[in-house]
């Protein structure tokens, strides 16, 4: 089992102005892989997000971040760049898995700057804020997402297509 995070990114979230509903909704979905250990919500500000996620990452040793929300146009969606900013390497066919299946629902979907990459030992990924999105998005690479941890993690070690 890993050790989970979970950020979501809303400033009316984070000053008690909007219930989080995609943050456990996450949580929820991701209970076959392991734990949530950590689960914060944040306001949209780029220091802030970072911080939290080298936190997440370096201190708590989360294996999985999970964040949802601040991944469109307004000028205060600044997750992409909050992510882009702490991880070593992109992986960027998980995002490009979620939004050629979201394209198939809703042509918003190509709106979406989702990144994902791995920063030591974790892997993050960029989910969209709303729970229909989280749920979309994360039933396309949640069968995947067991196989990543475990060669990110070295708990696996062959790569091969079986």
Not at 21 to 39: C, F, K
Not at 72 to 94: F, H, K, Y
């Amino acid at each position: 089992m890993y050790k989970i995070g979970i950020i979501t990114v809303s400033d009316k979230g984070s000053r008690g102005e909007r219930t989080d509903e995609s943050g456990p909704a996450i949580r929820e979905m991701v209970g076959i892989l392991g734990h949530v250990v950590s689960y914060k919500i944040l306001p949209d500000d780029i220091d802030a997000l970072k911080e939290a996620m080298v936190n997440m990452s370096d201190r708590e040793k989360v294996e999985l971040i999970l964040t949802t929300g601040g991944t469109g146009l307004s000028q205060r969606d600044n997750t992409p760049e909050a992510t882009l900013a702490v991880i070593e390497r992109e992986v960027p066919g998980l995002p490009e898995a979620m939004r050629a299946e979201s394209m198939k629902k809703t042509n918003r979907a190509m709106l979406t700057r989702a990144v994902a990459g791995v920063r030591k030992n974790t892997l993050i990924i960029n989910l969209p804020g709303s729970v229909k999105g989280v749920r979309e998005c994360l039933e396309v690479i949640l069968p995947a997402l067991p196989h990543a941890l475990e060669i990110l993690t070295g708990r696996g070690g062959e790569c091969g297509v079986g």
